[in-house]
């Protein structure tokens, strides 16, 4: 057998304690995998002294992580710190520069700094593997750069915040209100040290933009996803869209157009028996359509320590067997400079809920002042209780229309006195139907 791979992992949070876990318990089998052995020689995390439950035998401590990137005995830097600047970007920087393999789950990262630094990996030769940032456990980045390359990619839809789908599933199975559930995610290791990187649709917005820059041959573009979180979402919301046959999901889509691409992170109404409102609580899944392959749906869990370590472990048997690739399938030389196509997307339906006065008139004025920006009604829901506001929400669902319309249309609503608030604006999307 060819000599170990030497790693160096930083961080032994909820990711880095399970990538220990495996490589403790899947030794032999992985060294016959990868035709050598995957050895831990050195960690660092910022609290030695913590209760992990995992023993790093005779790896050795630094308390600096950036050791790890300079140390002659590592050929690979695990980073599992998280955040897009700090010590994660020192430490990758620093490590590729020095010719070191880097394995990362940091999606923040790769979102915007990868195109910098897949270069330095190019450079030196060395690879930069991330499938642990993008959908968890589901091999969206090996399916895209190898078992999908033949195909030109025409749209990338998916679920890919598990965070926001448990609370999601949670609020709709259990009632239970969203702070609430969110302490359960952050309990379970699913959320991001800030959870409003999940729930305000941020997290899902950086894997967005990896699979884009992927799936398109671009380089990576986050400031162009137009991000939506689901902080305005109720528990009656989800009842309503029970009612109607949807589901409430946190949809992530990039459509390619002549002018470029679109890239959207936004909750949608989707119809239930559709493959992406059947994936629930953690998990993720990932539509991808192809000009030659067509539809090809992934699901699994995308978060949590056993998932998100089983994508770092097949990233470092990669290198093991000696498997340096591209970062981004093509060199960096060849990929497209970003371009952002014209907003609006397709037209879609709406689902549209405000408070409004119940009193004779105010109905006809809020349906003149859709019918004046061309929005047509499908259905209309008036139900629940006054309050002390006098107020009752209205749901309405519309037929399909162009976003302009709907914008237009929402100007006109928060100009009627009747109207109480900025209502709330769900696309309705299809849910990936075959
Ligand atoms: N938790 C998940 O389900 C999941 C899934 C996919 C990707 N990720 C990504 O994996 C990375 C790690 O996530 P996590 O959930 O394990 O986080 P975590 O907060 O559980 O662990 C972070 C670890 O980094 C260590 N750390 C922080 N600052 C450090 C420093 N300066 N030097 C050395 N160590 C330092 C902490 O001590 C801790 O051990 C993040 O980029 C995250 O976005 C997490
Ligand atoms: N916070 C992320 C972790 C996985 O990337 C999520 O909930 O999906
Ligand atoms: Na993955």
Redesign the pocket.
Known sequence: MTKPLRIGV???????VGVVKILAARREFLAAAAGRSIDIVAV????KAKARGIDIGSARWEDD?LKLATADDIDVVVE????AEG?ARALVETALANGKHVVT????LIAHHGIALAKLAENKGVALNYE??VA?GIPIIKALREGLAANEIESVTGILN?TCNYILTEMETTGRDFADVLKDAQAL??A??DPSFDVGGIDAAHKLAILASLAFGREVDFGSVNIEGIEKITAADIKFAKEFGYKIKLLAIATKSDGGVEQRVHPALVAEGSPLAAVSGVFNAVAVRGDRVGLLVLEGRG??EGP?ASAVLSDLVDIARGLVMPPFIVPTSHLKAPAKAAEGGPESAYYLRFNAVDRAGSMAEITRALANASVSIERIVQRGDEGDTGRKPVVFVTHKTQESSMRQALAHLLKLVDVAGTPLVIRIEDGESR
């Open positions: 930083a961080g032994l949070g909820t990711v880095g660092s995390a910022r609290n992580a599992l710190i998280g955040g010590v789950a940091n999606k923040a642990a940032a968890g598990g290791g699913y991001e040290a978060a949590g998100t």
